[in-house]
């Protein structure tokens, strides 16, 4: 298994402002993925965060409004720029051990996020 | 657009009644898993269904999966407070690059009343 530790749990920022999100894992994985829940709603890919490569982005979702570190194989961040009221959500980090099927996925505790 | 779609979407139960919740995907699977939140807080693996299997057990949990009718159902017998929470399916979609990722449906936020 893995445990994954995600910082800030929540926070409510200016809108304008810019907030990142830290994600911590145990150990070492080699994909670690960042998604978004808004209100209510399911979970949305943002990107897949590769180590030693830009990140991949899903459709909708771009590098400037949500850039993406990775400087090693248990660290991540997500940055949210910019931000407006639309961008209130929960965020989460996600990894899998294996990059394969039939494996399961594990999450931080989410970051809930208030724009005012 | 979302893979799985759970049904319902809402469900309120009392202490030691069985619960139910249903999901249903559009394209093919390797697997389909399900996953509890609480309180809008980090998922929790439950339970993998893989496409050649029919039914599992883990405790008081119990998934099918119809492959033909490309749906699976989630039963938690005798329910307790504690197991309310927002329960997730998610199938495998292979992305880009060779990754498998789950895609999400929309959740059953399930109440248990004690």
């Known amino acids: 298994s893995a445990v994954i530790s995600q910082k800030p749990s929540r926070d409510i920022c200016q809108r304008g402002t810019s907030l990142t999100i830290q994600c911590q894992v145990d150990?070492?994985?080699?994909?670690m993925f960042w998604y978004r829940q808004q209100p209510g709603q399911s979970l949305t890919l943002i990107a897949t965060a590769n180590q030693g490569s830009e990140a991949t982005y899903e459709s909708g979702f771009v590098i400037d409004k949500f850039p993406i570190s990775r400087p090693n194989l248990t660290f991540s961040t997500l940055t949210v720029s910019n931000m407006s009221p639309e961008d209130s959500s929960i965020y989460l980090c996600?990894?899998?051990?294996?990059?394969?099927?039939?494996?399961?996925?594990?999450f931080g505790q989410g970051t809930r996020l208030t724009v005012v | 657009s979302q893979q799985g779609e759970e049904d319902p979407q809402a469900l309120s139960i009392q202490e030691g009644e069985n619960a139910t919740m249903n999901c249903s995907y559009k394209?093919?699977?390797?697997?389909l898993q399900w996953y509890r939140q609480n309180s809008g807080r980090g998922l929790v693996h439950l339970i993998l269904i893989r496409s050649n299997e029919r039914e599992k057990h883990s405790g008081r949990l119990r998934v099918t999966l119809d492959t033909s009718k490309k749906s699976s159902s989630l039963l938690i017998t005798a329910s307790r407070a504690a197991d309310t929470a927002s329960y997730f399916c998610a199938t495998d979609g292979l992305k880009a690059g060779g990754s498998y990722i789950p895609t999400f449906g929309r959740g059953t936020s399930l109440i248990v009343h004690p």
């Open positions: 394209t093919s699977i390797n697997n």
């Open positions: 150990s070492q994985v080699t994909m």
């Open positions: 996600s990894v899998r051990l294996q990059d394969s099927i039939n494996t399961e996925a594990f």
